[in-house]
């Protein structure tokens, strides 16, 4: 399975306490979907209205939710902005954008909330559109 890292570095794991690269992620495609998503990113930024990215602030500030909580909310809020979006954009995709979007905007407004924010994040796409990454890498590659 390929995996599409945040930071734009190759996918790898540990083996026998080396850092191995998996073979069969090219960088270029990588940065090609990255800069595809991030131009879709910066439009859907300003559609984004603060009280959504105040209200997730809400919701990772509070301690007694668990994690799957958050994830749970953040992932409503993904899917209520995505329902706006429009249908020429494959859903998956705005909702991995929007997902991204929010973190950079709660991680903006609070940013000693950026570590939860971003292992949330994390937990919400592999759980949501890991398919969907794996699928458009692919496509890319051919």
Wanted: glycine share 4%; aromatic share 4%.
């Amino acid at each position: 399975e390929v995996e599409l890292q945040t930071d734009g570095n190759r996918s790898g794991h540990l083996q026998n306490g080396e850092l191995v690269f998996d073979p069969e992620v090219n960088e270029e495609i990588v940065r090609i979907i990255a800069a595809q998503l991030a131009e879709i990113g910066d439009q859907f930024d300003k559609e984004i209205k603060a009280g959504v990215v105040n209200d997730l602030v809400q919701n990772f500030l509070n301690e007694n939710l668990s994690g799957e909580e958050i994830t749970r909310r953040m992932s409503e809020a993904v899917e209520g902005l995505a329902r706006a979006i429009p249908s020429d954009m494959e859903r998956e995709k705005a909702m991995l954008v929007l997902a991204m979007v929010l973190t950079k905007k709660i991680a903006n407004t609070m940013p000693s909330l950026l570590q939860r924010v971003f292992r949330t994040t994390v937990n919400y796409i592999n759980q949501q559109l890991h398919n969907y990454i794996v699928r458009m890498v692919s496509a890319v590659k051919q």
